[in-house]
């Protein structure tokens, strides 16, 4: 297996770059279609596997990826629809831990630990594909605000979530639910404050800068720091470096036009190169996975989908039908069906899948 080196990055970016090309013509999802050649070549071996460390997957391509998304949504639908999305990000995937994890340990015939283990891996959202279609065909602001804010949080959770069931896992402890959540909300919370404080001491020093290429290096130490010193803190860099987004988002308005458009226009770019290089890493494990282990593992595949989906269905049908109890905050009814649907899994589980002994 190759090691994520430069031509390994160079190849892969080459790579999708002609997809997107080729996906531009034809008019076709470009993050689905990264999966699908990434999958056939595994099957095909044409494309060397690549393995991630975790030190590339979790400080050098998810903080680009959740900066950016943080930068970019929109404070107003944010406000509006904030217990729903708060919801949905943290109580949501823990009852969702729980969801998949009760059923999938007798169904699967494992100890109960590692079942809420898996719940807590596949729990965060990615719904980079579909917020694709959504801006392509035009979907309200709200919409894609409510999806990917949601998105955004629950990989935070997730991750946090993930980390102390593996914690416990290693350490041979019983599964406490309190001290669990005790740990959590002090891991989670903690990146909270770390990312406000970053965010705006990054915002002070840019705000009398008038040089947009000082503004942008500012804006790429504030991304790759803030997890790193939320870790040194034992808090969520994840969740540091989503923070330190939103704060930069609603601080870069009032910046001159022409930094905003470069710091915007480069962190684009980056988030594009980040988001490309994961979706075809989805599928190249495939090699790695092997497709004997995919057919003789079919029926359990089948029954871990089916639980995750049903999951789904009870947590966002849920949410939505006590947030319309406020009639000044109502979701139109069919928006559930896209909440559903729009809960797809990808990178965060991914990355987390493998950072597995």
Same mark, same amino acid.
């Given at each position: 297996m190759d090691a994520f080196s430069l031509s390994s990055i160079l190849k892969l970016l080459l790579l999708a770059c002609l997809i997107g090309i080729g996906m531009r013509w034809r008019n076709q999802s470009y993050t689905i279609s990264l999966v699908l050649i990434g999958l056939l070549g595994a099957a095909t071996q044409i494309i060397p596997p690549v393995s991630l460390t975790h030190f590339v997957a979790f400080y050098l391509i998810l903080p680009p990826i959740l900066f950016q998304g943080g930068l970019n949504l929109k404070l107003e639908h944010l406000r509006k629809d904030w217990l729903l999305i708060a919801f949905l990000a943290v109580p949501g995937v823990i009852v969702s831990t729980v969801l998949v994890g009760y059923p999938l340990a007798y169904?699967?015939?494992?100890?109960?630990?590692?079942?809420?283990?898996?719940?807590?891996?596949?729990?965060?959202?990615?719904p980079v594909s579909v917020l694709a279609i959504l801006k392509k065909i035009k979907a309200p602001d709200r919409l894609r605000t409510v999806l990917e804010a949601e998105s955004l949080f629950n990989d935070g959770t997730g991750v946090v979530l993930f980390a102390i069931i593996l914690s416990m896992i290693q350490s041979n402890q019983p599964l406490n639910v309190s001290h669990a959540l005790v740990q959590f909300l002090i891991v989670a919370g903690g990146g909270a404050l770390v990312g406000a404080l970053c965010g705006f001491v990054i915002t002070a020093l840019m705000k009398p800068l008038q040089d947009h290429l000082l503004q942008v290096v500012l804006t790429v130490?504030?991304?790759?720091?803030?997890?790193?010193?939320a870790d040194a803190l034992h808090c969520s860099g994840l969740i540091a470096v989503i923070v330190a987004?939103?704060?930069?988002?609603?601080?870069?308005?009032?910046?001159?036009?022409?930094?905003?458009?470069?710091?915007?226009?480069?962190?684009?770019?980056?988030?594009f190169i980040m988001n490309s290089?994961?979706?075809?890493?989805?599928?190249?494990?495939l090699q790695i996975i092997g497709t004997h282990n995919l057919i003789e593992l079919k029926n359990f595949i &089948?029954?871990? +989908? !089916? @639980? *995750?989906? &049903?999951?789904? +269905? !009870? @947590? *966002?049908?849920?949410?939505?039908? !006590?947030?319309n109890l406020f009639p000044q905050l109502p979701l139109p009814s069919s928006w559930n069906h896209i909440l559903f649907w729009g809960g797809l899994r990808g990178t965060i589980p991914m990355l987390l899948a493998l950072q597995l002994p």
């Open positions: 169904f699967w015939h494992i100890p109960l630990t590692y079942a809420l283990l898996f719940g807590a891996l596949i729990a965060p959202t990615d130490i504030l991304t790759f720091g803030t997890p790193l010193l987004g939103l704060v930069m988002g609603k601080t870069r308005m009032s910046l001159p036009v022409k930094n905003r458009e470069t710091i915007e226009s480069f962190w684009e770019t980056i988030d290089l994961v979706f075809l890493i989805i599928g190249l494990q &089948l029954i871990g +989908i !089916f @639980i *995750v989906l &049903l999951s789904r +269905i !009870f @947590i *966002v049908y849920p949410s939505v039908f !006590f947030h």
